[in-house]
């Protein structure tokens, strides 16, 4: 377990290892010292426990290095918390990004591996493709997707008419 | 009847925390110490409902350093691998801004509940 920690541990980026990877190491000793005694089911949870906040650590870390401080470890909660503005959804965007980067990036494969078979059937008709086979119905798919969250993200944004908003209100009746 | 100074929540816009930021926040208000120690600290306090697992801790001891409410406390004695941490002023400030503002809604809720029952 001590060696697939020390993996897990290389998921950080090199400036936080440096800073902590000894003593989350320590720390981690010190666990399974602690949970050496109990029953082995406990002794599972923990260590996957400990998996899980690794990786989920680590993806937090590299998210902080792209997107700035802030990014990283939340301190604030969601408990009590009204919001009474509309917030334009960051994270459904920035998966709509990654996803079109994604099918862009299948394309390029796919015509990369078209090109590189060999055609060795003279007499065959020509034949479409990859590339012109493929595109035109994953574009008109795409544009259908954008189209329908753009429309329900403008109604959504024209109504302004959810239980916070009116939360909102109300507070700013009662001033 | 003044329960609670708005106002002062404007000092920072870090409230309310999560539970493991306040929990830690609060094993750490007593006297410094070491990561292991926050970690068992904090299952005593929140009798064994919040375990952390040692990347969830330090993820979180690393954003409050970085945001300077806790900070490193070098110990005469202490080992490799064993550093320990103690509350900044400004930590101590937010964790009273949060304790007051839990103390309002215990408050108010008991006032609520009492006012229903009659």
Redesign the interface.
């Known amino acids: 377990m001590l060696a697939i920690y020390r993996q897990l541990l290389r998921l950080y980026p090199p400036a936080?290892r440096q800073?902590?990877a000894?003593?989350?190491?320590?720390?981690?000793l010190?666990?399974r010292a602690d949970i050496a005694k109990k029953r082995f089911f406990a002794q599972t949870v923990c260590v996957v426990?400990?998996i899980?906040?690794?990786?989920?650590?680590?993806c937090?870390?590299h998210l902080r290095c792209f997107l700035g401080?802030d990014s990283?470890?939340?301190?604030?909660?969601r408990?009590?918390?009204m919001r009474n503005g509309f917030r334009f959804p960051n994270t459904t965007a920035v998966l709509m990004v990654l996803i079109l980067c994604g099918v862009a990036v299948a394309i390029k494969k796919g015509e990369e591996i078209a090109m590189s078979l060999p055609h060795v059937n003279p007499g065959v008709e020509p034949i479409h493709s990859v590339h012109s086979a493929l595109l035109p119905p994953v574009v008109l798919l795409l544009i259908v997707f954008y189209a329908a969250g753009l429309v329900g993200w403008t109604i959504l944004f024209a109504l302004r008419r959810s239980g916070v908003h009116r939360l909102a209100q109300l507070s700013g009746e009662q001033k | 009847m003044a329960l609670y100074d708005m106002s002062r929540t404007a000092m920072t816009?870090?409230?309310?925390?999560?539970?493991p930021?306040l929990l830690i926040l609060l094993s750490l208000a007593g006297q410094p110490q070491?990561?292991?120690s926050i970690?068992k600290d904090v299952e005593r306090m929140s009798d064994g409902r919040v375990?952390?697992?040692?990347?969830?801790?330090?993820?979180?001891?690393?954003?409050?350093l970085?945001?300077d409410?806790i900070e490193r406390f070098d110990e005469e004695d202490a080992s490799?691998?064993?550093?320990a941490y103690r509350l900044t002023q400004q930590g101590r400030r937010n964790l009273q801004l949060e304790i007051d503002r839990m103390k309002h809604?215990t408050r108010l809720a008991s006032l609520r509940v009492a006012l229903k029952e009659r």
Do not use: K, N
Request: proline share 4%.
């Open positions: 936080y800073q902590f000894d003593e989350m190491l320590a720390v981690f010190d666990i426990r400990e899980l906040g690794l990786i989920g650590g680590a937090g870390e401080p990283g470890f939340p301190l604030r909660g408990s009590f918390v | 816009s870090d409230l309310p925390l999560t539970e930021v070491h990561g292991y970690l375990v952390l697992s040692t990347g969830t801790l330090y993820g979180a001891i690393r954003r409050l970085d945001d409410w490799r691998g064993r550093q809604i």
